[in-house]
């Protein structure tokens, strides 16, 4: 019997747990300054294959993998455009081999970030856009991915791109994630002046299954992005990837305050909010992934 789709997952009203910071992780098994992460997926499987499978140990229904900056125009910068496909086939495969070998339902939702070249400015054509990440997506796709997470989006036109290019191209589902800021007059926005309504309305029409928000702000500003995302979309799922905190500069190092109980603690109000998949971004760990999924059973318990 096949897994069912992540929409189908949620529409039986439990809460998923995606899993947490990869970064984090890479950082810990020695990633340099400058270096390409994405190119991992061929250097060092076992490393990115290990981290996948940690969150699975720690509770995560779903892993992304080592394919954020896996486009060909963001690997122009390492002078690696040419082997974007190989990279990104890669990445997900090791996840999807992390996900086997979990067992049960277990799902790969890879992640797609920003090109980081600007539409407004001319940097780059919508074509250019379209393409690479049509190309991005296929190779994720043949790779075992289920899910494409375009994520971290502040541009509409991006996201829409990313989406359709996902959508038009593979058999997976789509999730598209944005990063919000709080602006003075207390508002959530994008740095492109994007409110959480309007990217669930726009992400929604270009044909993402499901939508959220990544980085940016810990669960407790996170509860209020849902809520006005969940008023905006009523019945489509929404996926949450909250940072462990709002980052403390600390000695020159960012630092991310929240602890595992802290974040843990917090739960029930995104999920009352109408969070349907719960998961970490940056600071997260397996142990904030671990303590998520503790608070998510003890509530399907009630």
Known sequence: MSKPTLVEATRSGKVLVSDGAWGTFLQSKGLRPGECPELWAL?????????????????????????????????????LAERAAEINRAAARLSAEAAAEAGGDRWVIASVGPTGKMLLMGDVTE??????????????????????????????????????????????????????????????????????????????????????????????????????????????????????????????????PESPADMAGQISDLVDAGANIVGGCCGTTPEHIRAIRSVLSQLRAE
């Open 127 to 256: 074509e250019e856009i379209y393409e690479t990440f049509k190309q991005q997506a296929t190779a994720l796709a043949e790779g075992g991915a289920d899910a494409i997470c375009v994520g971290t989006m502040s541009d509409l036109e991006e996201a829409r791109l990313a989406v359709r290019a996902a959508r038009e191209n593979t058999d997976c589902e789509v999730i598209a994630t944005f990063t919000f800021e709080k602006t003075l007059q207390g508002e959530f926005r994008t740095m492109m002046g994007v409110s959480p309504s309007a990217a669930a309305t726009a992400m929604i029409e270009a044909g993402a299954h499901i939508i959220g928000s990544n980085c940016g702000n810990g669960i407790e500003r996170m509860v209020d992005i849902v809520r006005e995302m969940r008023q905006a979309a009523p019945e489509t799922p929404i996926l949450v990837h909250a940072n462990a905190g709002l980052p403390q500069n600390i000695d020159g190092k960012d630092v991310f």
């Open 43 to 79: 250097e060092r499987p076992e490393d990115l294959k290990e981290i996948a499978a940690s969150y699975f140990a720690a509770g995560s229904d779903m892993v992304q993998c080592d394919s954020f900056g896996g486009c060909s125009l963001k690997l122009a910068e390492y002078g």
